[in-house]
């Protein structure tokens, strides 16, 4: 019984290039989350997206950063022209259900470095 | 915007002592979750208390959820150097979608 994969585990790229980090849920699981983890700091929300919808996407930058959940194959997280200040650890997330109140499976992250 | 605060921030103690870590908030969470990380993976859920007052156990680790559900408190006795790691504790907020994670502790236990 896999858990939440996510691939790549670490992605170098230059500025100005773009990004992509998949993650694919625990089987029998429609609810994803990304969140973000900067350098010493905690973990903060970015989206939340059931297959092929976007439900909260209130932590996200409004440039440059989309999310898809599609009918098949795993959740994307894209990140197009790459700043420095997006290097970051990039962690999914997954649940059976819509309800927060009793926590998620996350997955090994995908670490970004840009250069 | 809901926000938690977690003390202290760094812990380095002698295996076999006792601790106690906080979580603490102005804002009221439909639950309070703990997480453990290591170096290099994502975290991974230890415990999740949901009624004001509640208490868990898990061997050597309680939890405490506040009357208020507003703070929490974990506790280990007896730590043991596989205890090291970065402790998160994380609310769920009452509406919506999302957990708010405070900044962490991170757990040294030196043999």
């Known amino acids: 019984n896999a858990g939440v994969m996510q691939n790549p585990r670490h992605l170098v790229r230059r500025r100005g290039q773009e990004a992509r980090l998949r993650c694919s849920p625990m089987k029998g699981h429609s609810h994803v989350y990304w969140y973000r983890q900067l350098p010493e700091e905690g973990l903060k929300f970015m989206v939340y997206l059931q297959k092929e919808n976007i439900i909260d996407e209130s932590g996200m930058p409004k440039e440059r950063f989309s999310a898809e959940f599609p009918k098949e194959g795993p959740s994307i997280l894209r990140i197009q022209q790459v700043v420095r200040g997006d290097s970051a650890a990039y962690f999914c997330?997954?649940?059976?259900?819509?309800?927060?109140?009793?926590?998620?499976?996350f997955g090994s992250g995908t670490r970004l470095t840009v250069v | 915007t809901q926000l938690l605060e977690q003390s202290p921030q760094f812990l380095s103690i002698q295996e076999g002592e006792n601790l106690t870590v906080y979580c603490n908030s102005s804002s009221v969470f439909s639950s309070l979750q703990w997480y453990r990380q290591e170096p290099g993976e994502g975290p991974v859920l230890l415990v999740t208390?949901?009624?004001?007052?509640e208490v868990k156990k898990l061997k050597r680790l309680t939890f405490q959820f506040g009357d208020a559900r507003k703070d929490s408190s974990l506790h280990i006795t007896a730590a043991q150097p596989g205890d090291t790691g970065l402790y998160l504790c994380?609310?769920?907020?009452?509406?919506?979608?999302?957990?708010?994670f405070g900044e962490g502790t991170q757990l040294t236990v030196n043999p």
């Open positions: 994380a609310g769920a907020e009452t509406s919506g979608s999302r957990l708010t």
């Open positions: 208390v949901v009624t004001g007052g």
């Open positions: 997330a997954s649940s059976p259900i819509a309800l927060t109140v009793f926590g998620y499976t």
